[in-house]
């Protein structure tokens, strides 16, 4: 698991060592350095290159001015751009006296113009504008600075190396917002433990690699305010059948999914629900559906019966007022026994009318659109774009309004319970957005929750963020099942690798059908 914790968690921290004299920034400093010179390696060579600092004023950037002295002793021509009257004292100090050239632009009157004269000359840029102690998006200079750089990076044959400190300076370090200029880095050497910026959408595009570097901070009694699930996380989570096991006890699962309009969502959570493992599929639904989910898929039975988890809505329109009926009867029961339920599609318009409220346990898939619907609903006017500038807080607006886990899909996956931590997952392809899609994924977490469902249920609260967890398996499972049918290999959000194959085209039934490849590599 990749945990990150807020800036408040980390100061919190940070106090009680530095209080004992931990040299924290020397450290820091000395890992930063070691990380620009391996990007300078493998551009060509450390000693001779050129490096600009883009130095504000606190402690990020004396961790630059301090990992400035370590590259000029490593034989590179360091320069630092102070874009503030107030650099880090110590840190400034150590870099004059070893030999780092000093640039006051902010007296020049042209800050942008030398910054850029200097950064013309530069093989690698360190951004150590500002770190946890920013507040608001980059003041000026430091924001034209970083406009002008964005633009003239890009506009380069030979593109420097672009390293931020801790963060790229100008992201919601907390919420992963962006709301003003941010330069993207190719390297983020992030301390002490990662910031829920470098993980959640859209901020963590900007990140580039991230590295974490370890400063034994006593993290072990913060909970994290955000993570991304690896392999490992879910391959610990996953519910392997044993020796006593039946279907019964694997957990079984009621779809009641798809429409005469939209037959094919039924077959396609179906698809992704099987292809999970289960106990068993029970189907309800009208004829077309129901026709077509036993003509595609044999073992989903169609009587009513017991379940152990519920996916409503998937292919199922809102103005279809007979089958939305049904819809809420569901819910209503699975809220009765406290079964988990995924409410998909037109199933979250069920949530639009707060007497429908959750009390079992819940996960909600809208796509931004729809949780931007929910949200005005409930009387938080929202638009599909204020949610793709800020999932993380719409999502947690959503669970708290709600009272169900958001899982908020995009091509990084949000997924916000009312407490505890946000999950973010990028572990999928842009090939990925293809319709039917997101029926697959109701059907694989519906699954999964089935295997929990009964523990669900009897929970007296020790269980709180599971579905959350459960969730957030979902997603990752679904998105590494799109990879391995696409053919792309793993990506960090943001500038694709040219060097990367590209992938194929695929449908949502390719990705169903890949579940047990992804799963194969996954599960140890
Ligand atoms: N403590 C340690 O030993 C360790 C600390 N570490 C490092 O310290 C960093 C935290 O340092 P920090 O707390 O000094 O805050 P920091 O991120 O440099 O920002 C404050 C400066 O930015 C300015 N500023 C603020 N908002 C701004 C804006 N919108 N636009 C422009 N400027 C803005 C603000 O100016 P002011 O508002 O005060 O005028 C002030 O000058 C942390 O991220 C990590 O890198 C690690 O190495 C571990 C050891
Ligand atoms: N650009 C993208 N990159 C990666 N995954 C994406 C991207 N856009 C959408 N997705 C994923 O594709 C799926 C689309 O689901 P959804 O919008 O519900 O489609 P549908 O309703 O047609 O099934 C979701 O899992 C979503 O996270
Ligand atoms: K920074």
Redesign the pocket.
């Known amino acids: 698991m990749i945990r990150a914790h807020s800036a408040a968690t980390v100061r919190a921290a940070e106090e009680p060592l530095l209080a004992a004299g931990e040299p924290l920034m020397a450290r820091a400093a000395f890992a930063l350095a070691t990380h620009v010179a391996g990007e300078l390696r493998a551009r060509g060579g450390v000693s001779g290159s050129v490096v600009l600092l883009l130095v504000g004023g606190g402690n990020n950037g004396g961790d630059a001015l301090y990992a400035g002295t370590h590259l000029v002793r490593r034989g590179c021509q360091v320069h630092a751009a102070l874009l503030t009257e107030r650099a880090h004292e110590s840190g400034l100090a150590a870099a004059r006296s070893a030999g780092v050239r000093v640039h006051e632009v902010l007296g020049s009157g042209d800050a942008v113009g030398e910054t850029l004269a200097l950064a013309r000359r530069s093989d690698a840029w360190v951004d150590a504008l500002t770190g946890i102690g920013a507040r608001g998006p980059l003041r000026e200079p430091a924001g034209s600075v970083v406009d002008a750089l964005t633009a003239e990076r890009s506009a380069w044959p030979a593109e420097p190396a672009v390293v931020a400190v801790d963060v790229p300076s100008g992201i919601g370090v907390d919420d992963g917002t962006v709301e003003g200029p941010v330069l993207p880095a190719d390297r983020t050497v992030t301390m002490g433990t990662a910031k829920p910026g470098l993980l959640l959408p859209p901020a963590a595009a900007l990140a580039g690699h991230v590295e974490v570097f370890d400063l034994d901070l006593a993290l072990a009694e913060h909970p994290p305010a955000a993570c991304s699930l690896t392999g490992a996380d879910v391959s610990d989570l996953w519910p392997l059948p044993g020796p006593e096991d039946h279907k019964y006890t694997r957990g079984v699962l009621g779809l009641a999914t798809g429409s005469q309009t939209y037959p094919g969502a039924a077959a396609l959570a179906a698809a992704g629900a099987l292809r999970t493992g289960l106990g068993m599929v029970r189907y309800t639904g009208p004829e077309v559906p129901t026709d077509l989910v036993r003509h595609r898929h044999p073992e989903v039975v169609t009587v009513p019966g017991r379940v152990q988890s519920w996916v409503l809505g998937s292919g199922v329109a809102p103005d279809d007022a007979a089958r939305m009926a049904e819809l809420a009867e569901y819910l209503a029961d699975a809220s009765a026994r406290g079964l988990p339920v995924v409410l998909d ?1 037109g199933a979250l318009t069920l949530l639009h009318d707060d007497d429908n409220d959750l009390t079992g346990p819940a996960v909600l ?1 809208p ?1 931004a659109g729809e949780l931007a619907e929910l949200l005005t609903a409930r009387g938080e006017q929202t638009g599909r774009d204020d949610v793709t500038a800020a999932p993380a807080r719409h999502a947690r607006l959503a669970a708290e309004i709600t009272g169900g886990t958001i899982l908020l ?3 990084t ?1 949000v997924v916000a319970a009312p407490e505890g931590p946000l999950y973010a997952q990028h572990d ?3 090939w ?8 697959v ?1 109701a059907g694989v977490l519906g699954a999964l929750l089935a295997a929990y469902g009964d523990a669900l249920a009897a929970d007296d609260g020790t269980l709180t963020g599971l579905p959350a967890t459960i969730a957030a398996a979902a ?1 990752l499972v ?2 590494r099942a ?1 990879r391995s049918a696409a053919g792309v290999s793993p990506t960090r959000p943001g500038r694709p690798d040219p060097a990367a194959p590209r992938g194929v085209p695929i449908t ?1 039934t390719d990705v169903a059908d890949a579940l047990p490849r992804a799963l194969r590599t996954i599960l140890r």
């Open positions: 599609a898939t796509h899909k995009g091509s996956t999928a392809t842009p990925l957005a293809t319709a039917g899609a997101g029926d994924l997603a679904h998105g799109a949502a």
